[in-house]
């Protein structure tokens, strides 16, 4: 079967290029935890990971256990830092997939010390922090709480204490400076009071880019590494190199009369003689109905809008003038004669952050990785 021709195509290659960008920036002494949560940012977790590997990567950061246990079946190694919930329940299983959960909150750290009591090999862990990001993590009044704790934790250890950023794309917000006290603080606690605090990290791909005072003993690139900069504006990420083409083929090339209506709700309607081209990508693939309007696509070289309504399966371009023919490649994420859309300016046009755009590249596009 040959299948609808829409698909991502993602160069690992580039992947390991940012990332060696990066180790460079920060040190090759410094540890780097790539970031890989969230399927790789829709591309694919365990292709790049193991790519990564091959560039000498040891460390990756994950959410949850499940994406975790996905690395370590598709043959994995390293460290594996769970970076949000993690179920004292599951201990026993973290500890035998060699998964380092993080600790955020007394309630649940309390449970993992009942839960690991018995361990004869103790079950590594990393203490997360709120310096000010107001969501999960230790707020530094419940320090004293958390060292009384895990002095009495034989089946625990602490491999490291981090924190997360809240404004690091902001060169001029003071929270990150604010941010970085707060945690050189508690980690001074936690020292003082006898629980070494491990690796300390807090850096993110913005901070890598903007701010040296963030990076500590290691930081944790994820946006970069897939080659889009943390801020819209151009600037030090220009080196990066974006690793996802998001690509399909015109389906069918229509011509329209001047007020003729398209697509549902004919909200889009010709004003003059026009060719549409007819694209099998839709929201369901990520490709948003906010783009109606608003995005554009380049087909045979040449950036054309999107119009009318997006569906779920397929999309509407204005193709006037272009010559388009069926079959022609279209790109909707990447770069062609030399035009580009980036996850910037898809995001733009959904009003959105390219997290969202990359991330949100539905589960029916399949992943292709060129040699
Ligand atoms: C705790 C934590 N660290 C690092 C990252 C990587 O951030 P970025 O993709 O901005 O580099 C994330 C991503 O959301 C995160 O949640």
Not at 230 to 238: L, N, R, V, Y
């Given at each position: 079967?040959?299948?609808?021709?829409?698909?991502?195509?993602?160069?690992?290659?580039?992947?390991?290029?940012?990332?060696?960008?990066?180790?460079?920036?920060?040190?090759?002494?410094?540890?780097?935890?790539c970031?890989?949560?969230?399927?790789?940012?829709?591309?694919?977790?365990?292709?790049?990971?193991?790519?990564?590997?091959?560039?000498?990567?040891?460390?990756?950061?994950?959410?949850?256990?499940?994406?975790?246990?996905?690395?370590?079946?598709?043959?994995?190694?390293?460290?594996?830092?769970?970076?949000?919930?993690?179920?004292?329940?599951?201990?026993?299983a973290?500890?035998?997939?060699?998964?380092?959960?993080?600790?955020?909150?007394?309630?649940?750290?309390?449970?993992?010390?009942?839960?690991?009591?018995?361990?004869?090999?103790?079950?590594?862990?990393?203490?997360?922090?709120d310096?000010?990001?107001?969501?999960?993590?230790?707020?530094?009044?419940?320090?004293?709480?958390?060292?009384?704790?895990?002095?009495?934790?034989?089946?625990?250890?602490?491999?490291?204490?981090?924190?997360?950023?809240?404004?690091?794309?902001?060169?001029?917000?003071?929270?990150?400076?604010?941010?970085?006290?707060?945690?050189?603080?508690?980690?001074?606690?936690?020292?003082?009071?006898?629980?070494?605090?491990?690796?300390?990290?807090?850096?993110?791909?913005?901070?890598?880019?903007?701010?040296?005072?963030?990076?500590?003993?290691?930081?944790?690139?994820?946006?970069?590494?897939?080659?889009?900069?943390?801020?819209?504006?151009?600037?030090?990420?220009?080196?990066?190199?974006?690793?996802?083409?998001?690509?399909?083929?015109?389906?069918?090339?229509?011509e329209?009369?001047?007020?003729?209506?398209?697509?549902?709700?004919?909200?889009?309607?010709?004003?003059?003689?026009?060719?549409i081209?007819?694209?099998?990508?839709?929201?369901?693939?990520?490709?948003?109905?906010?783009?109606?309007?608003?995005?554009?696509?380049?087909?045979?070289?040449?950036?054309?809008p999107?119009?009318?309504?997006?569906?779920?399966?397929?999309?509407?371009?204005?193709?006037?003038?272009?010559?388009?023919?069926?079959?022609?490649?279209?790109?909707?994420?990447?770069?062609?004669?030399?035009?580009?859309?980036?996850?910037?300016?898809?995001a733009?046009?959904?009003?959105?952050?390219?997290?969202?755009?990359?991330?949100?590249?539905?589960?029916?596009?399949?992943?292709?990785?060129?040699?």
């Amino acid at each position: 079967m040959n299948g609808r021709p829409t698909f991502a195509s993602v160069s690992v290659d580039a992947i390991a290029r940012n990332y060696r960008l990066l180790r460079d920036r920060v040190g090759a002494q410094r540890g780097l935890f790539c970031v890989v949560k969230g399927d790789a940012y829709g591309h694919g977790a365990a292709r790049v990971a193991r790519r990564l590997a091959l560039e000498g990567a040891s460390r990756f950061a994950v959410a949850v256990a499940e994406e975790g246990i996905a690395l370590r079946r598709a043959g994995v190694e390293g460290e594996i830092l769970l970076l949000n919930y993690s179920d004292p329940a599951d201990a026993g299983a973290l500890r035998a997939y060699g998964l380092v959960p993080s600790l955020y909150d007394l309630r649940q750290a309390r449970l993992f010390v009942e839960a690991t009591r018995t361990f004869a090999e103790p079950l590594s862990v990393h203490l997360k922090l709120d310096t000010g990001m107001g969501r999960i993590g230790f707020p530094p009044r419940e320090l004293g709480a958390v060292t009384d704790l895990l002095r009495r934790a034989p089946g625990l250890r602490v491999t490291g204490t981090f924190s997360n950023l809240a404004c690091a794309e902001d060169l001029h917000s003071p929270r990150t400076a604010r941010q970085v006290e707060v945690l050189e603080a508690g980690v001074a606690t936690l020292s003082a009071a006898g629980v070494g605090p491990g690796i300390v990290h807090l850096a993110n791909s913005a901070a890598i880019l903007f701010h040296r005072g963030t990076w500590f003993d290691a930081v944790r690139p994820g946006l970069a590494l897939y080659g889009v900069g943390p801020s819209s504006d151009a600037g030090k990420e220009d080196a990066l190199t974006p690793a996802l083409t998001l690509e399909s083929r015109v389906m069918a090339v229509n011509e329209a009369a001047p007020g003729t209506p398209l697509g549902y709700g004919g909200r889009f309607v010709t004003q003059r003689p026009s060719t549409i081209a007819v694209l099998p990508i839709g929201y369901h693939d990520g490709f948003r109905r906010s783009f109606s309007g608003r995005a554009r696509v380049l087909l045979r070289g040449k950036e054309v809008p999107v119009v009318g309504a997006v569906s779920m399966d397929l999309t509407l371009v204005d193709a006037t003038d272009t010559g388009a023919q069926n079959r022609d490649r279209v790109v909707c994420l990447g770069i062609e004669g030399g035009n580009r859309v980036t996850a910037w300016d898809l995001a733009r046009a959904a009003e959105t952050i390219p997290y969202e755009i990359l991330c949100g590249i539905g589960s029916r596009v399949p992943r292709v990785y060129p040699p």
